[in-house]
């Protein structure tokens, strides 16, 4: 990703998370709850229009069939969507991440917290700020809207840049940037 470059700063690293369809440790929770809630609620829509039921039946249960595709498929796509069409960089001064259309651009010196999370495969997850919730009940997509906390999200090497960031942060020559 090229960043535009303020004056003095140099460019240390850039790079994408992982792609494709991502299984997390969340999901040996969200995978049995979601068969659940779409089973039943694919079972209420199912009976409810087999029986001379009120229409409001059937379209009361709509809105828990959709959210039963989204929680038991959907999700997963629209991570896999949502991480294709982001990048990240580090610079002297500066955390940078581009999804979308959207740019959010850190202060290194004003980050108080900066978390490493790695995987035996040395892939890893680095968090900058406090996160309400350690682990999203939708894996790394969240609830779709929902404030994130910014992170470089299952970057390859998550370790080494984890440790540029650290250095950068403690150079004298990146604090006068």
């Not at 990703?1 to 850039?14: I, N």
Request: proline fraction near 7%; hydrophobic fraction near 45%; avoid cysteine.
């Amino acid at each position: 990703m090229p960043v535009d470059l303020e004056r003095g700063e140099t460019s240390l690293w850039t790079g994408r998370p992982r792609q494709g369809i991502w299984f997390r440790p969340s999901d040996a929770l969200m995978i049995p709850f979601s068969l659940l809630w779409g089973g039943f609620a694919v079972f209420w829509e199912v009976g409810v229009l087999n029986t001379p039921a009120p229409g409001l039946f059937a379209i009361w249960g709509i809105p828990f069939v959709l959210m039963g595709i989204y929680i038991t498929v959907g999700r997963f796509f629209f991570d896999a969507w949502r991480r294709g069409r982001t990048s990240y960089a580090l610079t002297s001064a500066r955390v940078v991440i581009r999804s979308g259309g959207s740019l959010k651009s850190l202060n290194l010196h004003t980050l108080s917290d900066v978390t490493l999370t790695e995987r035996a495969d040395r892939t890893g997850t680095i968090t900058f700020g406090a996160s309400a919730f350690p682990v999203s009940m939708f894996g790394g997509a969240g609830w779709p809207g929902a404030p994130q906390t910014p992170s470089f999200e299952g970057i390859p090497e998550a370790r080494q840049v984890y440790a540029q960031i650290r250095a950068a942060q403690h150079s004298p020559s990146s604090r006068a940037s």
